[in-house]
């Protein structure tokens, strides 16, 4: 009987050395850096895609984690992972001080929706302020004067609205409350900005996943979710007024207009959120996915590796990003961070 | 030769030993990871309770971006939903044991047996699921209007049933809970039932007893301890529950009388903001809530041992 033990532990042991050598010998091999990244769940169907491609030609694996912008800049900082990706960029005095730098990836639109009967999507229009009053509970009803004055072909049911907000931290929530606090200074000065604030009413939902999925079944309700969302759960999506004061619908090309017009040039660290951009027909809550890298890495060939994938993503990543209802960054833009990253990430 | 005696057993009383040393060991290391849990939670909170004091527990805001927090309300709606849940809860699964083994014919007793413990073993986030896709459309609309008008209007009792009907809010959560925990008491309680002596079942029926006096005169009594236990296992459960009750609770910090509203819970409060929790402050305020639901559940524990020991006192241990 013992003999049988040792034997078979023998054996295994045996066995498990030799795994062990020609593993070592298979990695060597192909040599290829692991990228780890974390982050903003709003970009994760995006790079997951563009990972996929990026090894299928370069062998380079992405390992990205999607636990929450907050999640992706403290990993970050703390060195666990090669680059963080935020939808809430930092500004240039943190990303000093904690020795970073920082670009815009893909860009995406945070769109109300809502669940009425008889409103389909692109028909309710809506104002900044409106919005922001309707997020208060200062307007509780869908037929209040100032809805209907601003949609007067269509028929409002008398209705309270339940309003629907986001449970968790998120860089949605901070584009949309932001856009907010630019546009009600009522919301400004209570709520806020923020990845959470006090949401004066409503329920909140867990992820875009969760508030898409309160406004399907809650009736009368009104939400805020990615682009993505309202396409792939044919959502009833709303039309904003932006500040040209036209009413423009959510689309690739409105967010495209809308980051055409942000003042990119200007902004040190790309430190800027584009909502409430200029421009006839800019969508008024655009929102950018950031990605922070250290400016002085310790792995550089590892660093190196992932600034060759954000190269490709943004010169080649175009049809993918389209694919999955994401807007690439327009092409003076890409300069403009192609010579960012060379010049500030050695 | 006759051995000495000294070297007969003595390795048995080495092995007895190192068996005493290793079962002793599990249980401190127990205690200990117990006492290390709730001293980080304590210490991770600290920031908070140092900042608020009393007021963290009273206070109703929750506000990250002016850096006010209070836990007023998810202590209210973790207590509400777990006691509305139990309420809901024991009387079924009470239900359910004397079900199974006195009432159900033989044949019927191991399928619908498995039925139930089957329930324990769905994860709680299809709970969940299915609580929002399916239960709360069904609440809102058809049992909340009808509480709606019904008892809405009346004096005292409308205030916990006048709301809009959303279908998520305290009540959805409670009944999911209640779901939730059946399955655990009825297991507890349907293993104690049995094991009720017969001869005193069969004298009971001999005085010309009927069922309900033999369930509320001989096998309630005699199960005292071991229902009360199962009783606090359910509520046990309820209180830490998280994934089910953040899909169906509405995750809404507001404190509100009525059970048709949305509220939030400690779990899911911690759950839902725990990553992007991004100031020190916010972060030892979300420890702070897992060490006062950690004081939760000690007291609920300390008052089941007590009413226990008191119920014991008056009407005799029976085990």
Known sequence: MKLFFAAAGAALLLAACHNNNSQNAASGQSAAAQITGAGSTFVYPVLSAWSADFARQSGAQVNYQSIGSGGGISQIKAGTVDFGASDQPLDPKELADAGLAQFPIVIGGVVPVVNITGIDAGKLRLAGPVLADIYAGKITSWNDPVITRLNPGLSLPGAKIAVVHRSDGSGTSFNFTHYLSQVSSAWKSGPGEGKTVAWPTGVGGKGNEGVAGYVQQIPNSIGYVEYAYVLQNHMAYTLLQNSAGNFVAPSAASFQAAAASADWKNARDFFLVMTNAPGANAFPITATTFILMHRQPKDKSRSDAALNFFRWALEKGQPQAKKLDYVPLPADLVSQVESYIGATIK | ?319
């Open chain 2, 1 to 319: 030769m006759i051995s000495p005696p000294h070297s007969a057993p003595n390795n048995g009383a080495g092995g007895d030993r190192l068996f005493r040393l290793v079962t002793a060991g599990a249980a401190w290391l127990v205690l200990i990871i117990l006492g290390a849990a709730a001293a980080s939670m304590a210490w991770g909170g600290r920031l908070a309770f140092e900042t608020f004091g009393w007021r963290f527990i009273t206070g109703r805001d929750w506000d990250a971006v002016a850096g006010s927090f209070g836990a007023l309300v998810p202590i209210y709606g973790t207590i509400v939903t777990s006691l509305l849940a139990l309420l809901i809860a024991v009387p079924v699964s009470i239900g359910i044991a004397l079900f199974l083994t006195d009432i159900a014919p033989r044949r019927l007793r191991a399928p619908v047996g498995m039925a139930i413990e089957l329930l324990a073993a769905i994860p709680s986030i299809i709970y969940g699921m299915w609580g929002l896709f399916v239960f709360a459309p069904f609440m809102a609309t058809h049992v909340e209007p009808w509480l709606n008008d019904k008892l809405g209007p009346l004096p005292f009792i409308g205030t916990f049933f006048s709301g809009p009907p959303i279908g998520i809010g305290l009540l959805t959560a409670s009944v999911v809970l209640g779901i939730m925990i059946i399955p655990f008491i009825s297991a507890v309680a349907r293993d104690v039932f049995n094991a009720v002596p017969a001869p005193l079942k069969e004298a009971a029926v001999a005085l010309g007893s009927t069922r309900w006096e033999i369930l509320s005169q001989v096998t309630l009594p005699y199960t005292r301890s071991a229902i009360i236990g199962a009783v606090f296992l359910g509520l046990g459960r309820a209180l830490g529950e998280t994934m089910a009750v953040t899909f169906v609770l509405g995750n809404a910090h507001d404190l509100s009388a009525s059970l048709l509203m949305p509220s939030n819970s400690i779990a899911a409060a911690i759950a839902n903001e725990f990553t992007e929790a991004d100031t020190d402050l916010y972060r030892s305020s979300l420890i702070a809530l897992a060490f006062l639901l950690f004081v939760v559940t000690f007291i609920v524990l300390a008052a089941a041992r007590l009413m226990l020991a008191r119920i014991g006192r008056i009407h005799g241990r029976t085990h």
